[in-house]
T-cell receptor
Framework: DTEVTQTPKHLVMGMTNKKSLKCEQHMGHRAMYWYKQKAKKPPELMFVYSYEKLSINESVPSRFSPECPNSSLLNLHLHALQPEDSALYLCASSQPPGPPYFGAGTRLSVL | GIQVEQSPPDLILQEGANSTLRCNFS?????LQWFHQNPWGQLINLFY???GTKQNGRLSATTVATERYSLLYISSSQTTDSGVYFCAVPYQTGANNLFFGTGTRLTVIP
């Protein structure tokens, strides 16, 4: 199984809502990542978890809160988002020296 | 910080044509990867190629690390090759914390 599963595929939320994005992998990878991709732009790294510990936070606003409950799951909790946060959110996992595997993403629209 | 520029930004090909995509990077890297993002957003790793040449079917890639560029060759293009091609380099040595290039959007028409 070389799949990274992200749910939901699409999400529409208001600026006062709280929602969560979920990511799951069963490849035994110990590194997991969140990337944000705006339309017609490359993906940008947000967070990295290594062995279930947050190792990198690329200066992401606190309205995005990551969580790694176990080695297979990665969540991204969203609260008080702004319309400019609308984007494709991509999850990935890897086990060095192998390449990263990406999920299909969650398309988020903030109204 | 590192700069990763790709060219051309857009490319339209007739099915069956060949193409070369280029990735220039500003600093020395020990890891360069090529990805294909399909029209639905799925990113697939094509090559991990810090140096030298690799081939996988109709695709091949060459990285000349000393001159800070990499090339992706697509031969006999098919409509399923359409999408955006990204090269990416790591923020840190030995890591998969990737900084993506500007991308090349490829459209293959039948």
């Amino acid at each position: 199984d070389t799949e990274v599963t992200q749910t939901p595929k699409h999400l529409v939320m208001g600026m006062t809502n709280k929602k969560s994005l979920k990511c799951e992998q069963h490849m035994g990878h110990r590194a997991m990542y969140w990337y944000k991709q705006k339309a017609k732009k490359p993906p940008e790294l947000m967070f990295v978890y290594s062995y279930e510990k947050l190792s990198i936070n690329e200066s992401v606003p606190s309205r995005f809160s990551p969580e790694c409950p176990n080695s297979s799951l990665l969540n991204l909790h969203l609260h008080a988002l702004q319309p400019e946060d609308s984007a494709l959110y991509l999850c990935a996992s890897s086990q060095p020296p192998g390449p990263p595997y990406f999920g299909a993403g969650t398309r988020l629209s903030v109204l | 910080g590192i700069q990763v520029e790709q060219s051309p930004p857009d490319l339209i090909l007739q099915e069956g044509a060949n193409s070369t995509l280029r990735c220039n990077f500003s600093d020395s890297v020990n890891n360069l990867q090529w990805f294909h993002q399909n029209p639905w957003g799925q990113l697939i790793n094509l090559f991990y190629i810090p140096s030298g040449t690799k081939q996988n079917g109709r695709l091949s890639a060459t990285t000349v690390a000393t001159e800070r560029y990499s090339l992706l060759y697509i031969s006999s293009s098919q409509t399923t090759d359409s999408g955006v091609y990204f090269c990416a380099v790591p923020y840190q040595t030995g890591a998969n914390n990737l900084f993506f290039g500007t991308g090349t959007r490829l459209t293959v028409i039948p």
